[in-house]
């Protein structure tokens, strides 16, 4: 065999060989991409199963967004009802919550860290009542105001939580009770418009009588 015939057939093979592994590359690329995406969306579906979103789909409020909410949520109010049956007892419980309208909370222009001129933030707490029926017997029927939590939890926020503080949402039922002759209720205790706050709960027992502790 000639030599030239012999080098073309060396450039041949190392061609093929090249192609080869090219062609091998590129497949492999192409399977990591397709786990990559696969593994993306079980992640996804699996945080979805679990009640939660995606981060990209939970943005943050801002300050201000949470302001406007809280501005339109003043005339509007929240009620529950229910029954809960322990043997002879039946335990009615309803749960109003509502604005005071009363403007006695100004937030200081510091927690407006958004705004170019920041002002301070005035603005009306939020108060809940509480009625608990005990078989025909009105056993508690009482409002509950940010400032009835004060006394059971300390304030690592340099005193302001328990200065600006508010109730923030509707009454929460506790999973963690297990006892049907009693209420747990979850109170979230937070400064209006800001990330700062923490939860409480009010205990009720079937003959009206309640505390109030941090930790359940």
């Not at 091998?24 to 990559?36: A, L, P, R």
């Not at 029926?133 to 509950?144: A, G, K, M, P, Y």
């Not at 999973?175 to 706050?197: E, F």
């Amino acid at each position: 065999m000639k030599l030239s015939n012999i080098f073309l057939l060396l450039m041949l093979t190392l061609f093929i060989s090249c192609s080869s592994n090219s062609v091998q590359n590129d497949e492999k690329s192409k399977t990591n991409k397709i786990k990559d995406s696969i593994n993306k969306q079980k992640a996804i579906d699996e945080q979805m199963a679990k009640g939660d979103r995606p981060d990209d789909e939970q943005p943050t409020p801002t300050p201000a967004e949470e302001r406007k909410r809280l501005i339109e949520r003043y005339d509007q109010v929240e009620t529950v009802d229910t029954t809960i049956v322990n043997g002879s007892d039946n335990l009615k419980l309803r749960l109003k919550y509502y604005c005071l309208k009363d403007s006695s909370i100004i937030v200081p222009k510091t927690y407006q860290s958004d705004e170019k001129n920041p002002h301070a933030f005035i603005t009306h707490p939020f108060a809940s009542t509480v009625l608990l029926i005990h078989n025909q017997d009105t056993v508690l029927n009482r409002e509950f105001k940010a400032s009835d939590f004060n006394p059971f939890f300390e304030d690592n926020f340099g005193g302001n939580l328990k200065k600006y503080g508010s109730i923030l949402m509707l009454p929460e039922f506790s999973k963690k009770n297990r006892d049907k002759g009693q209420i747990v209720l979850i109170y979230s205790i937070a400064i209006p418009a800001t990330d700062i706050g923490i939860g409480m709960y009010l205990i009720i027992t079937k003959n009206g009588n309640y505390k109030i502790v941090e930790n359940y």
